[in-house]
């Protein structure tokens, strides 16, 4: 599935940047003057087929032409702030790739008259948005199939992520009135290739930990509990892929990034690769687990139960205990202490994330299949004396009140209550909200089933 890694493909703006020519005296030259005949005429031409167009530099400056190394605003792919339709770029994107799009220009919109950059206002834009989480004003895409457009997402000035599903690529300013937008983005996009191989910076399964293949790839069923509906619009994508963690004192809280079960809920999954039985953590489930004013005895928990399988049919539970005479937090129940659950997702902050600093640092992202420092919840197949499974699956552990009918007991009889029970106070927001589960110990490469 996976191809050798190869060259970014960045547009060139040096006609003859992939011709090479070995000769000697008169022969060189006369190639030379021959291929830059041919290549002005093709650009030429290129131009009086793309008359039609709007935006980007035209290259009539031989200057500009020259300057390979200027991302010259103007150089890319037009984005017009006061058009309402996705516009798509002239590629198509496939699972695993990594894409990156470098963006500048400035624009204006309604709702603020300072001009803004590619990460727009830095406010939630609205429900009547195309991305209603994602800032206004700021460059975001999607990707589009034969089976509709995934969740938008924020595209910015610097974009650097994995494919997670095939189709096109499109791009919109966020907004929800345009008619008075002025001006316009220019972004410059490139795909490298999968990657395969040992390379030092690969993750423990082979390939980068923010490759795709590492997380869950496809959602096979979900059951919603009592008071799920927060992510649903965004699901499955909000589901897919590596997490986006943010750390234990104000966690992830977008819907592109998380989906509530709801009390008693559960989902399915299969993963990208086989998860295998090797040293220590073989794979981890990452939720938005939050520690109260920084307090590690204040947690907002909220507990799942997890199983594991080969074939999709056949489940092996992990082991699972609640203490309830176990150490109590400031409010004095132990349902907010973590090691009073053993065995449970939705425990544990998750910090891994894949998304860098939006100034274009990659180095501010924290490696999500590193159980030192990801966060999230760890699994060990050896705990239930299985050498490989390529399906997971939560189940919310319910509230006996809130939801009577979906609480959830241990092997001991205790009655699971957790500090996200205690706490949670808003409908659509309530049971484990999942960010990701990634494949630490991984095996062969897993496609989507065919169902």
């Excluded at 970014?8 to 021959?34: M, Q």
């Excluded at 004003?137 to 924020?154: E, K, M, Q, S, T």
Aim: proline letters at 6%.
């Amino acid at each position: 599935m996976f191809k050798d890694r190869v060259p970014l493909r960045f547009r060139s703006r040096n006609p003859l940047s992939r011709i090479r020519v070995r000769a000697s005296g008169a022969l060189i030259r006369a190639l030379t003057a021959l291929l830059w005949t041919l290549a002005v005429t093709a650009v030429v031409l290129h131009l009086q087929g793309c008359s039609g167009s709007s935006g980007g530099d035209s290259g009539d400056d031989d200057d500009d032409a020259a300057d390979d190394d200027d991302n010259d605003a103007g150089d890319g792919l037009p984005i017009d702030a006061a058009d309402s339709n996705w516009t798509r770029a002239d590629l198509v994107l496939a699972f695993g790739q990594e894409m990156r799009v470098r963006t500048e220009g400035t624009i204006t919109v309604l709702e603020d008259g300072d001009d803004l950059g590619p990460h727009g206002t830095g406010v939630s834009c609205g429900l009547d948005c195309p991305g209603p989480s994602l800032p206004r004003g700021a460059l975001i895409g999607r990707i589009v199939r034969g089976d509709g457009a995934g969740a938008p997402f924020l595209v910015g000035a610097n974009y650097n992520q994995y494919v997670t599903r095939d189709g096109s690529l499109e791009l919109i300013v966020n907004d929800d009135e345009y008619a008075d937008n002025q001006g316009t983005f220019y972004a410059d996009i490139a795909t490298e290739d999968p990657l395969t191989g040992d390379d030092d910076d690969d993750g423990p399964t082979g390939l980068p930990s923010c490759h795709p293949a590492n997380f869950a790839i496809q959602v096979l069923d979900v059951q919603y509990g009592a008071l799920a509906g927060f992510g649903q619009k965004e699901f499955p994508d909000n589901v897919l892929g590596p997490p986006a963690g943010k750390g234990d004192y104000a966690p992830q809280s977008s819907e592109t990034e998380l989906l509530s079960l709801g009390e008693g809920g559960q989902i399915t999954l299969k993963m990208g690769r086989e998860i295998l039985d090797g040293p220590g953590t073989d794979f981890l489930i990452f939720e938005n687990v939050l520690y109260w004013s920084g307090n590690t005895a204040n947690t907002y928990t909220e507990a799942a139960i997890v199983d594991v399988s080969q074939d999709g049919e056949t489940w092996f539970t992990f082991p699972f205990d609640f203490n309830p005479d176990g150490p109590t937090g400031p409010q004095g129940l132990p349902d907010t202490v973590p090691e009073n659950f053993v065995g449970f997702a939705g425990i544990e902050p998750t910090y891994g994330n894949c998304d860098p600093d939006r100034d274009g640092d990659i180095s501010d992202a924290i490696d999500p299949l590193d159980p030192d420092i990801a966060g999230g919840d760890r699994f060990d197949l050896a705990d239930v004396d299985l050498e490989w499974a390529a399906y997971v699956r939560i189940r919310d552990t319910g509230h006996i009140d809130r939801a009577p009918g979906t609480e959830t007991y241990d092997d001991d009889g205790d009655l699971i209550q957790d500090g996200g029970n205690m706490l949670a106070s808003f409908g659509g927001i309530q049971g484990f909200d999942l960010d990701a589960v990634g494949v630490v110990n991984g095996g062969e490469v897993l496609e989507p089933d065919d169902r």
